[in-house]
């Protein structure tokens, strides 16, 4: 029998939380993720079926739809990252398989993700060293996708200055986390 | 270089990977291509000074591929499209 115990993305058996001043990187290890891509045609079927998920009409290009229940992130055309609570949701490709069945691509994506949640005031400035995206246009309720370190990121603007969520590539977790605390340690 | 998406708005180059110019998108037909044919595809390339129609792949974005118009002796864009948007409809364009 292997004794197998849980770890974050960045190899603890507890998330990380670093903090520089005010402001605090904690990574957030309970996040079920899958992406949907609508199949060709079937684009207005997909995001039927989405906003009945949700609650509220998929997002659109540079958006986020954030809830305590299923939340989305417009990835590119007619593709969303759903995500819910791990807890509670660690089936959540299967569950979005069953029901979006001919009607979209289902991939889990959980492990393929590390997710980062930066809060403290100025936490601008430190994104402003860490990529390129214009942060006086960026508001609560946009998301995209750029690149930080070099790694493809998803960042979520929660409240502007205050919050962002950040999620990168699982296998670059380190890479990505010493980008992250570096810039805060350079900015704050 | 900034390349205006038409979808997420301005964005640095450095997300972007070119892929070459656009003709990439004229495959001939492989039920009437010739050798030839698939030769030309394959290997020949204008290689002009001035504009130039060319595939920029969003890679550290939306992970869409557009086609740029940018004029190679400048770098200035003129034109900026979703390559999905002309295959859906089987129409690369010149």
């Known amino acids: 029998m292997h004794d197998l115990k849980p770890i974050t993305a960045l190899g603890g058996t507890t998330p990380r939380v670093d903090t520089v001043g005010e402001t605090t990187l904690a990574e957030v290890p309970d996040l079920a993720l899958a992406s949907v891509a609508a199949r060709a045609g079937r684009e207005q079927a997909c995001a039927k079926h989405l906003k009945a998920l949700i609650g509220a009409q998929a997002p659109s290009p540079g958006k986020t739809w954030q809830t305590d229940h299923y939340s989305a992130v417009w990835m590119g055309p007619d593709q969303w990252m759903i995500s819910a609570d791990f807890a509670t949701h660690e089936d959540i490709a299967a569950t979005l398989k069953s029901q979006l069945e001919g009607i979209a691509s289902v991939t889990e994506q959980t492990d393929a993700w590390a997710c980062f949640d930066l809060s403290g005031p100025r936490v601008f400035a430190v994104l402003e060293l860490l990529y390129n995206i214009n942060l006086l246009q960026f508001k609560t309720g946009d998301a995209t996708r750029t690149s930080i370190h070099h790694l493809g990121c998803f960042v979520i603007c929660m409240k502007p200055d205050h919050m962002v969520r950040i999620l990168g590539p699982r296998a670059s977790a380190g890479s990505l986390h010493h980008a992250i605390t570096t810039a805060m340690t350079s900015a704050l | ?94």
């Open chain 2, 1 to 94: 270089m900034i390349i205006n998406h038409p979808l997420l708005g301005p964005r640095d180059s450095a997300e972007f990977v070119n892929l070459g110019a656009a003709e990439l998108m004229n495959r001939p037909d492989p039920e009437t291509a010739t050798p030839e044919d698939w030769h030309d595809y394959a290997y020949l390339r204008d290689n002009p000074a001035g504009a130039h129609r060319e595939l920029w792949f969003h890679e550290g974005g939306d992970r869409s591929i557009l086609i740029v118009t940018r004029d190679t002796t400048t770098h200035e864009i003129t034109a900026v499209e979703l390559a999905r948007n002309r295959g859906q409809r089987h129409d690369p364009g010149k």
